[in-house]
């Protein structure tokens, strides 16, 4: 309980609440708690839980001690995927606001496609990180990555159709044109 309440005053005096709501993330309050109490209670069970492990260890309960430290490994992993989620989501508020304050032309349309992105990689990192379908991801990634090519490709083909039958045309002249006739400086190299 000590360690919960000092990392909960710890949080609220360098006003944690009050970031979180400004990055959208969540209210200042949940319920009665606020956010830095929250945390504070997080950290008091996560104290009791680890001494908990280590008494089964001391009692020779191996395999529950195993089974929470394999549980407190995948409680980590979350708790970091869930960071680095909210990491995005705070990047990506701050790169849209920044987007829709320039004088670009489609300010709007370029800041809902930076949230966007920025969102979707941001929720590709966190759940790699969090060991969720990592299969999915990387095939989604590659899939993404190649419709951008072949839209690409697309789009320089379309594009660019006129100038490639163009450069196709003047090829194929060159080709047709006759071979220019041979001197007599090529013959005298021929005999030789």
Do not use: C
Not at 15 to 42: H, Q
Not at 70 to 76: I, K, M, P, Y
Not at 104 to 130: E, F, H, K, P, Y
């Amino acid at each position: 309980r000590l360690l919960g309440g000092v990392v909960s005053k710890l949080l609220n005096g360098i006003g944690f609440d009050k970031v979180l709501t400004k990055i959208g993330f969540a209210r200042e309050r949940v319920g009665e708690r606020s956010l830095s109490d929250l945390v504070g209670g997080l950290v008091m069970v996560s104290v009791i839980y680890l001494a908990t492990l280590e008494g089964a260890r001391l009692l020779g309960f191996t395999a529950v001690a195993a089974l929470g430290s394999d549980f407190a490994v995948l409680a980590g992993h979350v708790l970091f995927g869930v960071l680095i989620f909210g990491e995005g989501l705070y990047l990506a508020n701050l790169a849209s606001n920044a987007g829709r304050e320039s004088d670009v032309a489609q300010a709007r349309i370029l800041s809902i496609a930076t949230r966007v992105a920025i969102v979707g990689l941001a929720g590709g990192m966190a759940l790699r990180q969090m060991g969720i379908a990592n299969g999915i991801i990387e095939l989604a990634f590659g899939l993404l990555l190649g419709a951008f090519a072949v839209a690409a490709a697309l789009a320089f083909g379309l594009g660019g159709r006129e100038a490639a039958q163009r450069a196709l045309e003047e090829a194929r002249t060159r080709l047709e044109e006759p071979a220019p006739p041979a001197g007599p400086e090529h013959e005298e190299r021929v005999a030789h």
